[in-house]
């Protein structure tokens, strides 16, 4: 979701790459939700020459969509086009290296390369690539290999058609709320779609042209009783409609394999090397049947599905059924969890606890390991536990535990209950204390959101003090002297300021996009 300082960062990476005018009408569609151009003429105090450019910017950035409510008189052509801005599709920004990591790695770099103009530009047509390709070369680059490497992406669904222009959208249904605190905090009120997700899912055209990049070579029944001629014409509009088609990189894919490396990676930490190669087959089995990143369960698999896919690798050549049953097994398939031969992997469990995990560095670095002992025997008990039981199996001081307690929740870390007891013949409160994980959740990712704003700042700050010897040659810098000590500084500056940030963003998956 996007929690306050999820959109203040959201703003801020559109005010870097675009400037304030664009960032001032994305700030707009946040706090006040889908407007009108004129709408945003009104709130912006802009002009429209201005807000359309903005729009325009947005749009082709995929950091907004255009749609109709389908509340608008469509045949009366009393349609009101609205604009909404996408937040995640602004944030994944940010991942734009990893992106072309990825690619790079399961592919090549040419494909990257490509990608990579699609990061930068937004949209393109095929005509479009291949000109950007041509650039700076003395060759025009044949238009068939940027096909080809435009074939290889599709396939591997890392590029997408781009959605329907304006789709028109049911806006009616409420958006999601949630109480932070007090006696009914506990409870979550989730809407079961927010209106950007309504959006996107208009939008998005079906799998078989979704990732298709041939327009519809079918003929008609007439076509069909003709002479050649009709099928070199079919042929020649189908050539024509591909140049039209605007395709982009498909961030969904991109998220799904990054949750896939941190679902292996984290099975590897707890487990071996051996488990994480079984969860990897099952994931690599499961991939072309996924329809949501955010899957509880891996796709139910037979034994011998999941001892193909482990024999294609080097490692799980080695590996014997039982092996891989000992394997499967460790992931929580063991027991009621197995039907009919058929093994489902609880992935929701994996990433919840990756979670709970990063919660529990959290405190032990801010708060010292007494409040990470107590926060940490909290996380694993669902019920309501007292300040003295807290205190007892802490083996930390009642008065030092209360303290700690109230620091955690005064943060918004914990739950409190009070409940009024006696104690000597005199009443009382007794404070009783629970994690409400799906809260501290949100909380500790809108803190997040706060460090990468912070180290986003930063960076601009140092760019800006250090314009000037941005601009200074090449050539003068590599001269020993002052100009070069100033020069590495700031690199070592920027280095370490983008190795925070790349490393915080993976936090940030971890909460919000897996």
């Given at each position: 979701m996007a929690t306050q300082y999820g959109i203040k960062f959201a703003v801020h990476l559109i005010s870097n790459h675009?400037?304030?005018?664009?960032?001032?009408?994305?700030?707009?569609?946040?706090?006040?939700?889908?407007?009108?151009?004129?709408?945003l003429i009104h709130y912006t105090e802009l002009t429209k020459e201005q807000v359309k450019n903005s729009l325009l910017v947005l749009v082709q950035h995929n950091c907004a969509q255009p749609f109709v409510p389908d509340d608008d008189d469509v045949n009366n052509l009393k349609v009101r086009t609205q604009y909404v801005a996408l937040f995640d599709n602004i944030i994944h920004r940010l991942r734009f290296p990893k992106f072309l990591e990825t690619v790079s790695q399961r592919l090549d770099e040419e494909c990257a390369e490509l990608l990579d103009g699609l990061l930068r530009d937004g949209r393109l047509t095929l005509k479009q690539m291949v000109d950007r390709a041509s650039q700076g070369k003395e060759n025009a680059v044949d238009s068939k290999v940027v096909r080809e490497?435009?074939?290889?992406?599709?396939?591997?669904?890392?590029?997408?058609?781009?959605?329907?222009?304006?789709p028109v959208v049911s806006t009616s249904f409420k958006e999601t709320t949630i109480r932070k605190r007090g006696a009914k905090s506990a409870k979550i009120f989730v809407a079961p779609k927010t209106l950007e997700q309504c959006v996107l899912e208009a939008a998005v055209p079906r799998d078989a042209i979704r990732f298709s990049l041939t327009a519809d070579m079918g003929l008609n029944v007439d076509e069909e009783k003709n002479s050649d001629d009709a099928q070199m014409n079919s042929v020649e509009e189908n050539v024509a409609e591909e140049e039209q088609i605007l395709w982009r990189a498909n961030f969904e894919e991109f998220i799904r394999h990054l949750r896939h490396k941190v679902l292996i990676e984290n099975v590897?930490?707890?487990?071996?090397?051996?488990?994480?190669?079984?969860?990897?087959?099952?994931?690599?089995?499961?991939?072309t049947v996924e329809k949501k990143v955010k899957m509880q369960n891996s796709v139910p698999l037979s034994l011998d599905t999941i001892t193909t896919e482990v024999?294609?690798?080097?490692?799980?050549?080695?590996?014997?059924?039982?092996?891989?049953?000992?394997?499967?097994?460790?992931?929580g398939c063991s027991g009621s969890s197995i039907i009919d031969d058929s093994y489902s992997i609880d992935l929701k469990k994996i990433i919840e606890q990756a979670r709970n995990e990063e919660?529990?560095?959290?405190?032990?670095?801010?708060?010292?390991?007494?409040?990470?002992?107590?926060?940490?025997?909290?996380?694993?008990?669902?019920?309501?536990?007292?300040?003295?039981k807290i205190a007892a199996c802490t083996l930390v001081e009642p008065k030092k535990a209360s303290k700690f307690l109230h620091q955690l929740w005064n943060d918004n870390y914990l739950h409190k209950e009070t409940v009024t007891g006696v104690m000597v013949g005199k009443p009382s409160n007794i404070f009783l204390w629970k994690v409400n994980q799906p809260l501290l959740w949100i909380n500790v990712l809108d803190e997040?959101?706060?460090?990468?704003?912070?180290?986003?700042?930063?960076?601009?700050?140092?760019?800006?003090?250090?314009?000037?010897?941005?601009?200074?040659?090449?050539?003068?810098?590599?001269?020993?002297?002052?100009?070069?000590?100033?020069?590495?500084?700031?690199?070592?500056?920027?280095?370490?300021?983008?190795?925070?940030?790349?490393?915080?963003?993976?936090?940030?998956m971890l909460f919000h996009d897996f």
């Open positions: 675009f400037g304030n005018v664009v960032s001032k009408v994305c700030e707009n569609l946040f706090h006040r939700g889908p407007l009108t151009l004129d709408q490497l435009l074939c290889k992406l599709l396939t591997a669904r890392f590029v997408e058609r781009c959605p329907a222009p304006e590897r930490t707890q487990h071996d090397d051996g488990t994480a190669v079984v969860l990897r087959a099952v994931l690599e089995a499961t991939k024999m294609k690798t080097d490692i799980g050549r080695a590996f014997t059924i039982d092996r891989i049953r000992a394997s499967l097994s460790q992931l919660v529990e560095s959290i405190m032990l670095k801010r708060y010292g390991k007494d409040a990470y002992r107590m926060f940490r025997l909290l996380s694993k008990d669902s019920s309501f536990l007292d300040t003295d997040m959101y706060h460090a990468a704003l912070n180290l986003s700042i930063r960076m601009a700050y140092e760019q800006e003090k250090n314009e000037e010897l941005l601009n200074v040659p090449k050539d003068k810098l590599k001269e020993p002297g002052p100009l070069q000590k100033k020069y590495k500084r700031l690199q070592n500056v920027w280095l370490l300021l983008g190795a925070s940030l790349m490393k915080l963003d993976d936090a940030l």
